[in-house]
């Protein structure tokens, strides 16, 4: 008998190996599948981490990266694109290229700038590619406050004041993305902030009680189950608030496998459900 099992919703992410199975590609297929979806993945580029911290980039020919993404493309209906870490300007070239050929579909662009530990992943001349390149086609931008402020180019201001987030996000906006969720876990306040912006202004803020430690690959896990929730037919402000619970369960069932930072259970619910029956 054939099988008859309905297609999941489909979403394609650029993004990069991490070995340490933390963050990038991987953390984006554990999320995508842990949520539902069929992820697809575009390597980017490989990376030499592990929990402590980035070694090496070594970043995919672009032309490898615009061929593995055109070759799913045609063969399959993808819902949502998701784009992490890029490693080169051609290749920002490459992805700017292929998605402006679907402009129907929702693209999610979490700006990969540098490690939790500040290793820099993406140089100077890849951010102003982002910004004129794919900044424009993206539908939400994922970056944590840090990186906000780069990319508002808020971040040498010579005044004493903190740059505004609300400001950030205003420029942001007027790039031409259509939504920014700036994520405050870098911000020296005893909950963690993220606030959702649109061209009005506020859309939605939400606190999260601060976790001790520090989570490898979170960022991936956030932008990830955002685009699964946009997938499964989530608004983009329903699908924030979705993201932000469930990576905050998979960042509170982290676990500590190496000498460096905790690694975030996509899998937090089917451990629990284990738990619970004892199977
Ligand atoms: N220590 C923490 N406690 C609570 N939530 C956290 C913590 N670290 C990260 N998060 C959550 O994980 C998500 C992604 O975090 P973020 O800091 O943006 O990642 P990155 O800096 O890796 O891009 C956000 O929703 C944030 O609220
Ligand atoms: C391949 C790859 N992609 C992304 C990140 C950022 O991870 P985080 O989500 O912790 O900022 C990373 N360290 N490695």
């Known amino acids: 008998m054939a099988n008859t099992r309905e297609t999941p919703p ?39 981490q592990d929990t402590l911290g980035v070694e090496d980039v070594m970043a995919m020919e672009a032309e490898w990266v615009a061929d593995q993404a055109r070759c799913v493309l045609e063969d399959m209906p993808v819902g949502v694109f998701k784009v992490g870490l890029i490693g080169s300007v ?21 700006p990969v700038l540098a490690s939790g530990r500040g290793d820099e992943l993406a ?27 780069r ?5 040498d201001d010579d005044g004493d004041a903190e740059p505004d987030l609300a400001e950030c996000a205003r420029r942001i906006i007027e790039m031409g993305c259509e939504f920014v969720l700036i994520t405050g876990t870098h ?24 976790l001790p430690g520090s989570y490898h690959g979170s960022g991936c896990t956030l932008a990830s189950a955002i685009a699964a929730s946009i997938a499964q037919g989530l608004d983009i402000p329903e699908a924030v608030k979705e993201a932000q619970e469930f990576t905050w369960q998979a960042l509170k069932a982290g676990f500590h496998p190496g000498m460096g930072q905790y690694i975030p259970d996509r899998l937090f619910w089917a451990h629990e459900e284990k738990d619970a029956t004892g199977t």
């Open 90 to 110: 051609e290749n920002v070239a490459a992805i700017a290229e292929v998605v402006a050929d679907y402009p129907d579909i929702p693209l999610i662009l979490d």
């Open 123 to 149: 140089g100077d001349d890849i951010l102003t590619a982002l910004l004129e390149m794919l900044i424009p086609q993206t539908t939400l931008l994922t970056p944590n406050s840090m990186e906000a402020r």
């Open 10 to 48: 489909i979403v394609l992410a650029f993004s990069a190996s991490d070995p340490s199975g933390g963050a990038g590609l991987q953390a984006d297929i554990l999320t995508l599948s842990s949520m539902g979806c069929h992820p697809l993945s575009v390597v980017t580029a490989i990376t030499v």
């Open 151 to 155: 990319i508002a180019q808020l971040d």
């Open 187 to 210: 911000e020296n306040t005893p909950q963690v902030v993220n606030t959702l912006y649109g061209e009005s202004g506020v859309l939605r803020s939400d606190s999260w009680q601060r």
